[in-house]
């Protein structure tokens, strides 16, 4: 939507909206196998997540997606992965810095460990909700790049029991990254395409840091 709209309060008003949008996009689909996934990617996007697993009646879990940075340049990414390593690679980039089979590895086994560790703080312990032949829900709270939200979707088909179908929703996103994110996605709801985007939290009166305490709250339905 391009229409003049003022910022959200927080992150849960946001939420609240967006789940209300979800419903009527998922309405318009037969639930063939029950109760719709909606995953929150962390930590600001669990808080609207929980709002929105709200609105559809469906379980809230995390995806937790770990960047894997070359190792003298952090930024530069070789890929992404997941606590349960499935991985998207950037063969580009690893042909760009002639790292080594080894040292690649290396690089996605560390970064695999810290996606293991953040989601098993995050869920205090439980286990990962199946995404199996379920429709499944990625949030955030907003999109600017759109770097992070792709390497989600990829590993998110990728794994071996992929989603019946897959929706992306966010409050906030540039139109031009929405359409580059589009193809891997079954439906995208996003409720505001700014036409001079700067940043995400420019939409948020109250964009303050989530902790990982606060997201333990929403994981545990104390929130």
Do not use: C
Request: hydrophobic fraction near 45%; avoid cysteine; proline fraction near 6%.
């Amino acid at each position: 939507m391009n229409v003049t709209r003022e910022p959200w309060r927080d992150r849960s008003e946001a939420g609240r909206e967006l789940g209300e949008a979800v419903r009527a996009t998922l309405g318009r689909r037969p639930r063939e196998h029950g109760a719709p996934l909606v995953l929150g990617l962390p930590r600001g996007g669990v808080v609207v997540a929980a709002e929105v697993a709200a609105a559809v009646g469906g379980d809230l879990d995390v995806l937790v997606v770990r960047k894997v940075g070359v190792p003298w340049h952090r930024e530069l990414a070789l890929g992404a992965v997941t606590a349960s390593d499935v991985r998207v690679y950037n063969s580009e980039v690893i042909r760009r810095t002639h790292l080594g089979e080894q040292d690649t590895e290396a690089a996605f086994a560390r970064a695999r460990a810290e996606a293991a560790e953040h989601e098993q703080r995050f869920r205090t312990g439980r286990p990962a909700l199946s995404k199996a032949d379920r429709p499944v829900v990625v949030v955030d709270d907003g999109i600017a790049t759109g770097a992070t939200t792709l390497a989600a979707l990829q590993l998110l088909r990728k794994g071996e029991s992929p989603p019946e179908h897959v929706t992306l929703a966010v409050p906030i996103a540039p139109a031009d990254t929405v359409a580059r994110l589009e193809p891997y996605t079954d439906d995208v709801v996003v409720l505001h395409t700014p036409r001079h985007f700067v940043a995400v939290g420019e939409w948020f009166i109250n964009f303050t840091q989530v902790t990982d305490e606060e997201v333990q709250e929403f994981m545990a339905g104390d929130r």
